[in-house]
């Protein structure tokens, strides 16, 4: 079945430690990709997307993801997080069927401690 | 820098009314969409519009909830006869370009509890 899986429902870091995401897809041919952050109480903000290139891309705040084909993943990284990062992070893909609706993964929230 | 807004920031209502929530997407966009986030679940789509028409829609889009660009600058999701379950942050989104990659902007949302 076609999904989108954050495998890790929260994740708590130490501010200035390295920070990973874990994102998986289920799609026969590769979407489009997404990260969103999302504050409490606040709405929907893209870190960064992939669609064709380089398989590293860079986004805002420090943020990168890795697009890997082979293993179907799309990870967030950053190298150190800092305690304005807390939030719940979204990864997202467009299917490449013709349509533009997004499928939002499950989400997971990172808590970042002093 | 342009953005979607959103109204009301939240709505409270008797279950079996009926509530329009109201978007203005960015001025120069397409395309137009709704999900929807019951309280920690994931954001689900709902629906999207383009050129006047419904262009995609979810299974969670029944009868109940149309949705309408009643002039050129507003977008709304109407649900007819509220249920306790449509209880959820609803959220706007707008899209400059119709094709799949462009970037969707997405508004602060609209708290819809039921009561």
């Known amino acids: 079945a076609q999904s989108v899986t954050q495998p890790d429902i929260h994740i708590t870091v130490s501010e200035g430690a390295s920070l990973e995401l874990r994102c998986n897809y289920s799609y026969g041919a590769t979407p489009y990709l997404f990260w969103y952050v999302q504050s409490p109480g606040q709405g929907l903000q893209l870190l960064l997307k992939?669609?064709?290139?380089?398989?590293l891309v860079q986004g805002i705040k420090g943020f990168e993801a890795e697009f890997k084909r082979s293993q179907s993943s799309f990870n967030l990284r950053k190298p150190s997080v800092h305690w304005s990062d807390a939030a719940e992070y979204f990864c997202?893909?467009?299917?490449?069927?013709?349509?533009?609706?997004?499928?939002f993964g499950a989400g997971t929230r990172l808590f970042v401690k002093a | 820098e342009p953005e979607v807004t959103q109204t009301p920031s939240h709505q409270v209502t008797q279950m079996g009314q009926e509530v329009i929530l109201r978007c203005v997407p960015i001025?120069?966009?397409?395309?137009f969409y709704w999900y929807r986030q019951i309280l920690g679940q994931k954001v689900e789509f709902l629906v999207s519009?383009?050129?006047?028409?419904?262009?995609?829609k979810s299974e969670i889009f029944d009868d109940q909830f149309s949705v309408e660009r009643p002039d050129g600058s507003n977008f709304t999701l109407k649900i007819r006869s509220t249920k306790l379950e449509d209880s959820a942050m609803y959220f706007c989104?707008?899209?400059?370009?119709?094709?799949?990659?462009?970037?969707?902007?997405f508004g602060p949302g609209t708290r819809l509890t039921v009561l």
């Open positions: 997202a893909v467009v299917p490449n069927t013709g349509g533009f609706k997004t499928i």
């Open positions: 992939y669609f064709s290139g380089d398989t």
């Open positions: 989104a707008s899209s400059e370009l119709v094709v799949p990659s462009n970037e969707q902007f």
């Open positions: 519009f383009y050129n006047n028409e419904i262009s995609e």
């Open positions: 001025s120069n966009h397409l395309y």
